[in-house]
């Protein structure tokens, strides 16, 4: 694995140069080495490029300016990312991640060979963060920051998931590097829509949540046949560490349909 920038954005590479591209995008205060158990699953046959997310990782922070339009921000980031592929690619995202792939495929999708949503984060309208979500993120950060109570989180973490050791060790990780103005004055999507950028997809896409899903579009107001929801039974918001085999044969399965 190397870590490259593209435009000022670090990308971590994986898996095998010259294979087929999957670009990831991680969930909210997570980073681009997030995906261990995906790399060791998929390394042998795609070329694997985990994006730190502006403000996560190692990218740069906002600036002052962008955190006055962070949705925006980074929605031209991974616009980038994919105008800087030869080819389309197998574009995945988690959670914030997802939301921020999803408008890339609106914008690009003739650089996307096929989207893959893991439980993405349905925006609200409005520029201005939720103190309460803003309050918790904080909180779950702080924690993740101090030596003892990491040390105790990540405990719990084997005791109380089903997650990989290897996922629990990157998960932990990346939380000292997210950038704490983001969380306090970026945290908002600004966008009301929901269903209707599900329907105006133009690329095979698969969308893969928990059987509880506040977050799920309702597929009935979608009617795009371009697009798949998969349900995964005991699975929460982190579906391919609960239940990777599901997740992962759901995902395989719809790629082994879309064509290269």
């Not at 502006?54 to 990218?59: V, Y």
């Not at 300016?65 to 925006?72: D, V, Y």
Request: charged residues 25%; contains cysteine.
């Amino acid at each position: 694995m190397n870590a490259t920038p593209a435009t000022d954005l670090v990308i971590h590479r994986f898996g095998t140069p010259g294979a087929p591209v999957a670009v990831l995008l991680h969930g909210l205060t997570e980073a681009g080495t997030t995906w261990p158990d995906l790399v060791a699953r998929w390394g042998d046959r795609w070329e694997l490029l985990g994006v730190d997310l502006r403000g996560h990782g190692e990218s740069p922070r906002f600036t002052a300016g962008e955190l006055t339009h962070a949705p925006e921000v980074m929605h031209a980031d991974a616009v980038h990312v994919l105008d800087l592929q030869a080819s389309p690619v197998v574009l995945m995202g988690h959670s914030l991640g997802g939301l921020v792939a999803l408008w890339a495929a609106l914008d690009r999708p003739d650089a996307v060979r096929a989207l893959v949503l893991e439980d993405p984060a349905q925006p609200v309208a409005g520029r201005v963060p939720y103190p309460e979500f803003v309050r918790s993120n904080e909180e779950f950060l702080d924690e993740m920051t101090d030596p003892a109570r990491r040390v105790a989180k990540v405990a719990a973490m084997h005791l109380e998931t089903r997650w990989s050791e290897a996922e629990i060790d990157a998960w932990a990780a990346c939380k000292p590097l997210v950038d704490r103005n983001y969380v306090r004055e970026g945290l908002y999507f600004d966008d009301s829509e929901w269903e209707s950028h599900f329907a105006a997809l133009a690329v095979p896409t698969l969308v893969v949540v928990p059987p509880t899903s506040p977050m799920a579009p309702d597929m009935r107001r979608v009617r795009n046949p371009s697009v798949r929801k998969v349900v995964v039974p005991r699975s929460g918001h982190c579906v391919r560490r609960d239940q990777p085999d599901r997740f992962f044969g759901a995902v395989e399965e719809f790629l082994g349909g879309v064509p290269v």
